[in-house]
C-alpha cells in the first residue's frame, strides 16, 4: 500500500497567521494525465470529514480562498493563510491513484 | 440540498454481519459513485473501498476483500455496504462518501459525506 507520510503531526497556529502542512507519498501520485491525485480532507471536532482540496490543487466548491494545495509527485502542500478559530481540526491527505486509497496520519490544528 | 442519510448505530457480536444504509438526495443518484470509509475509535481515516452507482464496477481494499460487498439501489438512491465475519477490530464510525462515478476518470474528491455510523462489534 501506499503509505502517506504528513508533517507536522500537531500544528499550534496563533490566528491570521499562515499554517502549512506537508504529505510526502512512497510512490508518485502524478497520473498520466498529468494529474496529482492528492485531496486534502479536514475534520472538525464532533463532525465528518469535509473535502478542502482535490487533484493536488483544486479548491472544492465553498472553501474559502484561504486554502490551497501546491505539489506534484510525491511531495505535497497545504497552506492555510490567515488561520481563523473555525479552521481547527485534523487534516488529512488522502492518495487517489493506487488502490487502496491511502490517507496520512492526520495533523492536528489548534488555535493558539 | 445534497445530502447522504445514513443508518444508525448498530452493535453485533463477532462473527456476525452488518449492513450499513446510505439515502442519497439533491442529485443524481447514478452520476456519482460512492466510496465507503471507516474510522476506528481515536484513529485516523480508512478506505475501504467504492461502487460505481452507474455501472455496480467495485474497488476494495485487500484488507476487506472477502468480508465487504458494497451495492447499490438506484430505485431508492441508496447504497449499501455489508461487512461479514466481524471481529472486534471492526468497531468503528462508518461513513458513506459521495464519489467519481468511473474510476480515476472523474475525480474530483470525495465532496458529500455522510453522518457515520457507529459499528460497535462485541461479545
Known amino acids: 500500500d501506499i503509505v502517506m507520510t504528513q508533517s507536522p503531526l500537531s500544528l499550534p497556529v496563533t490566528p491570521g497567521e499562515a499554517a502549512s502542512i506537508s504529505c510526502r507519498s512512497s510512490q508518485s501520485l502524478l497520473h498520466s494525465n498529468g494529474y496529482n491525485y492528492v485531496d486534502w480532507y479536514l475534520q472538525k471536532p464532533g463532525q465528518s470529514p469535509q473535502l478542502l482540496i482535490y487533484?493536488?490543487?483544486n479548491r472544492a466548491s465553498g472553501v474559502p480562498d484561504r486554502f490551497s494545495g501546491s505539489g506534484s509527485g510525491t511531495d505535497f502542500t497545504l497552506k492555510i493563510n490567515r488561520v481563523q478559530a473555525e479552521d481547527v481540526g485534523v487534516y488529512y491527505c488522502m492518495q487517489g491513484l493506487h488502490t487502496p486509497r491511502t490517507f496520512g496520519q492526520g495533523t492536528k490544528l489548534e488555535i493558539k | 440540498q445534497v445530502q447522504l442519510v445514513q443508518s444508525g448505530a448498530e452493535v453485533k457480536k463477532p462473527g456476525a454481519s452488518v449492513k450499513v444504509s446510505c439515502k442519497a438526495s439533491g442529485y443524481t443518484f447514478n452520476s456519482h459513485g460512492i466510496s465507503w470509509v471507516r474510522q476506528a475509535p481515536g484513529q485516523g481515516l480508512e478506505w475501504m473501498g467504492w461502487?460505481?452507482?452507474?455501472?455496480?464496477?467495485?474497488k476494495y481494499a485487500q484488507k476487506v476483500q472477502g468480508r465487504v460487498t458494497m451495492t447499490t439501489d438506484t430505485s431508492t438512491s441508496t447504497a449499501y455496504m455489508e461487512l461479514r465475519s466481524l471481529r472486534s477490530d471492526d468497531t468503528a464510525v462508518y461513513y458513506c462518501?459521495?464519489?467519481?462515478?468511473?474510476?480515476?476518470?472523474?475525480?474530483?474528491?470525495?465532496?458529500?459525506w455522510g453522518q457515520g455510523t457507529t459499528v460497535t462489534v462485541s461479545s
Open positions: 462518501a459521495r464519489d467519481e462515478i468511473l474510476w480515476l476518470v472523474s475525480h474530483d474528491g470525495m465532496d458529500v
Open positions: 487533484l493536488g490543487s
Open positions: 461502487i460505481s452507482a452507474y455501472n455496480g464496477n467495485t
